[in-house]
């Protein structure tokens, strides 16, 4: 599974850092950071679907062997 940030739709409300602080953060000017690769642990995966789900602005998508999860 990756994760995909549209950087154009992300308007930084950060409900993705909340739900999978090990895959999103922000950087000292407020940007976003993503750590795209997601391990094969359920519970991490987990936590990552609920920060998709939890992006007001529908920003997050994830992706498995090429397509949307």
């Given amino acids: 599974m990756r994760i995909h940030v549209d950087m154009n ?3 930084s409300h950060g409900q ?3 739900a999978a602080p090990e895959h999103f953060s922000f950087d000292e000017d ?3 950071l ?4 997601v391990p094969a642990d359920e ?3 987990a936590a990552v679907r609920e ?3 939890a992006c007001p602005v529908r ?3 994830l992706h498995t062997d090429g397509t949307a999860a």
């Fill in 51 to 53: 920060a998709a789900a």
């Fill in 30 to 32: 407020d940007n976003l």
């Fill in 34 to 37: 993503v750590v795209e690769d």
């Fill in 9 to 11: 739709r992300c308007e």
């Fill in 59 to 61: 920003a997050v998508t």
């Fill in 16 to 18: 993705c850092v909340f």
């Fill in 43 to 45: 519970a991490v995966r």
